[in-house]
């Protein structure tokens, strides 16, 4: 608009008419009356100007996969217009893909777009050496450009030379398992039983697994004896593991619960023992005199295995008289020799009956005549009766011989058994059995 008003100055003037000079107000009005309109012209030109340069939609989103896999990185580039998109690898400056072209010669790298919107950077195949920064750009003036990042994972992998192998140690000694692995993120080693029995340790407690690369066991006995896992992890799967065998070596040792057994005879007898030994032993029974029980009609042996357990068991049929005495079960291994007794002794019958003093008289079967006692009075003492015969006494004759047996008790024991068995019993007096005699003659007269 001030050029405008100057030009019609100008035409005034060369028409002759009289010349004039313009106020300093007008100017000052002039330009005050001109600047928003040259401002708005200025700011519009300068938007056209920008809206014609690309820009990216967001962020480039890192990235994690695991070796072996696909990675896919994606940028978003708005009103792209004439200009391009390329992707580099940031730690090595190298130029990955220019627009739709692959520039690297590197055969696992591809790039694709989706309507010249977003573009997509393949990489198959991945390797732990793809892990770093990627940056997507574009060529205006200046560049423009963002990066992410991708993280390569590798599941866990049990190195084999530091690993621990299986292993065979003495009872008491110190033992250290190792188990060592690799991969991304670190992995964390656990310990575990194979059988998933619980570890004891050496305070008397015991614990289900036991975390670090190295295990270690004081005073190790058997009851730490058997596979062991070593299990790496990292949040990658899978997990993997690796079987650790530890054998602890001890001489043999017997325990026996019933050292004396009793059996009548007929019966069926079995005795056991419990051995324990590792290396494995060797289990048998023998007899009082060292000779070895085989298997046959009267014996039989019974071994049961469990782990460095056994249990023996002899089985003897119809135990008789001869069977009855010792019996030892031995075990021996390359380490030692042990053995334990069992003592078998005889259990009277039940249907024995024990000899105990009656206080009822046998019954006597005799045929007796009848007896003269006046008569009986004077005949002469007679010699001793045949004690074996059941037969009544005379009086005088047992009168003295119970006299005889009361200042001598150790008279044989066999006469008295007899005469008790006969007679009530000795304690009842000489009275008692004079009335007992005196009765008998009356009931057989």
């Known amino acids: 608009m001030l050029s405008v008003a100057t030009e019609r100055v100008s035409r005034h003037a060369a028409r002759g008419r009289r010349a004039y000079t313009v106020p300093m107000a007008v100017k000052h009005l ?32 890192n990235v994690t996969v695991p070796v072996g896999r696909e990675a896919v990185l994606e940028c978003g580039v708005d009103n792209l217009s004439n200009f391009k998109v390329a992707w580099l690898r940031v730690d090595t400056q190298t130029i ?7 520039i690297t010669k590197n055969h696992r790298i591809a790039v694709t777009h ?93 614990v289900p697994s036991i975390d670090g690369t190295t295990f270690n066991i004081s005073k190790v006995n058997r009851l730490h004896m058997g596979p062991y896992l070593c299990i790496a992890s990292n949040g990658v799967p899978p997990s993997v593991s690796k079987r650790i065998m530890l054998r602890v070596h001890f001489p043999p040792m017997i325990w026996i619960q019933n050292q004396l057994v009793g059996a009548m005879e007929g019966q069926q007898i079995t005795l056991e023992c419990h051995s324990e030994a590792y290396p494995r032993s060797i289990n048998y029974w023998t007899m009082d005199d060292g000779n070895i029980i085989s298997e046959g009609a009267k014996y039989e042996p019974v071994l049961v295995d469990n782990a ?18 010792s019996y030892k079960c031995v075990a021996k291994n390359s380490l030692g020799e042990t053995d334990g007794t069992i003592k078998l002794y005889h259990i009277p019958s039940p249907s024995t009956q024990k000899t105990t003093t009656s206080t009822t008289a046998a019954p006597i079967n005799l045929s007796l005549e009848k007896v003269d006692t006046s008569k009986q009075r004077s005949r002469p003492k007679e010699p001793a009766p045949d004690l074996g015969t059941n037969e009544i006494f005379d009086p005088e004759t047992t009168k003295e011989r119970d006299l005889r047996l009361r200042s001598n008790p150790s008279e044989t024991s066999q006469d008295h058994n007899i005469h008790d068995s006969f007679f009530f ?13 005196v009765a008998v003659v009356v009931i057989f007269t």
């Open 30 to 61: 002039i330009f005050a009356l001109s600047l928003p309109a040259f401002v708005a012209v200025v700011t519009e030109a300068a938007m056209d100007i920008t809206a014609d340069i690309p820009k990216f939609t967001g962020p480039i989103l």
């Open 96 to 102: 990955l893909t220019i627009h739709s072209h692959v």
């Open 114 to 206: 989706s309507e010249h919107r977003t573009w997509y950077l393949h990489i198959r195949d991945v390797r732990e050496s793809d892990r770093g920064w990627y940056m997507c750009q574009i060529n205006t003036d200046p560049m423009k450009s963002q990066i992410g990042y991708l993280d390569v994972v590798v599941p866990p992998d049990i190195l084999d030379y530091p690993t621990s192998t299986d292993m065979v140690v003495r009872e008491g000694s110190n033992v250290s398992l190792r188990c060592a692995a690799t991969g991304s993120p670190e992995p964390t080693i656990a310990w575990r039983r194979e059988g998933g029995e619980a570890i004891p340790l050496g305070n008397g407690q015991e």
């Open 308 to 325: 460095y357990k056994v249990h023996m068991k002899l089985t003897i049929r119809s135990v008789s008289f001869a069977d009855y005495g």
């Open 425 to 437: 019993s000795s304690a009842m007096g000489l009275w008692a059995r004079w009335l007992w005699l």
